[in-house]
Each structure stands twice: as structure tokens, then as C-alpha cells.
Nanobody, 118 residues
Framework: QVQLVESGGGLVQAGDSLRLSCAAS????????LAWFRQAPGKDREFVAA???????AHVDSVRGRLTISRDNTKKTLYLQMNSLKPEDTAVYYC????????????WGQGTQVTVSS
């Protein structure tokens, strides 16, 4: 059974930093393609960042330079380092995994809340 468990969310002030973690089990982590998504109140879920099995990364323009995705295959953990946080970063953040480099993400975590006050 695949499990993705996010942690690290919280309430912070604008300009602060957070690091989200996503601990994975039940899947071939090192060969999996991983991503972070977020959903703000009243909005659709949106892509934030992705990292391939080879470590190649992609970030949505609105977070590039502030939020950074990374992975530790030995710990089977995905990270999202969040710096210079803004109120518009407030959302529930989800990690996701898929077996292939393209297509839908097969597995999702339950989400962790990030709230940034101004």
C-alpha cells in the first residue's frame, strides 16, 4: 500500500520560511516522479513544482526562486523549501507521485496546511 504523508506546515508571517516534507512508503521511491501541488481556499488545485527520478526540477513561475523542490532517496522523502513566503502562498500543500515521467499522478498525500499572514 502506497502512503505519502506530508508534514511541516503551519502558520507563519510574510517573509518567513518553512520546509515541507513528504515521507513515502510502498512505492519504488528512487524511480518515482514526484511533485508538490497546492489548493487555496475557493481555488482549483495548482501545480507548484516537480522533480524527476533523475533529479531534474521544474517550478511554476510564481514560486521560482522562493520555493525549491528536492528529494532524498535514501530517506524516501520529498521536500519543499519555502522561503520569502507571501500571503498568496496560503494553501493546503499536497505531494504526489507517479511511476512514469508523464501523465497523471497516481498517488497523493492528505495535505498539510500552510498559512502566511501579512
Amino acid at each position: 500500500q502506497v502512503q505519502l504523508v506530508e508534514s511541516g506546515g503551519g502558520l507563519v508571517q510574510a517573509g518567513d520560511s518553512l520546509r515541507l516534507s513528504c515521507a513515502a512508503s510502498g512505492l519504488p521511491f528512487s524511480s518515482s516522479h514526484l511533485a508538490w501541488f497546492r489548493q487555496a481556499p475557493g481555488k482549483d488545485r495548482e501545480f507548484v513544482a516537480a522533480i524527476s527520478s533523475a533529479g531534474n526540477t521544474a517550478h511554476v513561475d510564481s514560486v521560482r526562486g522562493r520555493l525549491t523542490i528536492s528529494r532524498d532517496n535514501t530517506k524516501k522523502t520529498l521536500y519543499l523549501q519555502m522561503n520569502s513566503l507571501k500571503p498568496e502562498d496560503t494553501a493546503v500543500y499536497y505531494c504526489a507521485a507517479r511511476n512514469r515521467p508523464v501523465g497523471k499522478y497516481n498517488y497523493w498525500g492528505q495535505g498539510t496546511q500552510v498559512t502566511v499572514s501579512s
